[in-house]
């Protein structure tokens, strides 16, 4: 779990940076920190918002080009996932 928050706390940084547009910096949270997680290892209430997400990011061409509005979707999506999962840890 910890090695989970430790890439979720990374991506969460990468989409507050405001150092790109916020969809470069989702497609980069993505790509640099959570793409290789498997679903089945994330809490049960955040794996489907996790599929979401990589779904929508890896099924578009070129990969990652979402306009501005979905990336903010998304980057709330993946704040929430790192929230969830400091929580989880917080209650072990």
């Known amino acids: 779990m910890a090695d989970l ?3 979720f706390s990374a991506a969460a940084e990468t989409v507050k940076s405001n150092n790109n547009p916020v969809r470069v910096c ?3 949270a ?3 920190h959570l793409k290789d997680i ?3 290892d994330l809490p049960e209430n955040i794996q489907i ?3 979401s997400v990589r779904d929508r990011l890896t099924s ?3 990969k990652g080009d979402i306009g501005e509005d979905e ?3 998304l980057a709330e ?3 929430h996932m790192a929230d969830v999962l400091k929580s989880n840890l917080k209650n072990l």
Do not use: M, Q, T
Request: proline share 8%; net charge neutral.
């Open 5 to 7: 928050l430790k890439k």
């Open 26 to 28: 989702v497609y980069g």
């Open 30 to 32: 993505f790509r640099e």
């Open 38 to 40: 498997n679903p089945d």
């Open 49 to 51: 918002i996790y599929e």
């Open 60 to 62: 578009v061409r070129p």
């Open 71 to 73: 990336a903010g979707y």
């Open 77 to 79: 999506d993946i704040l």
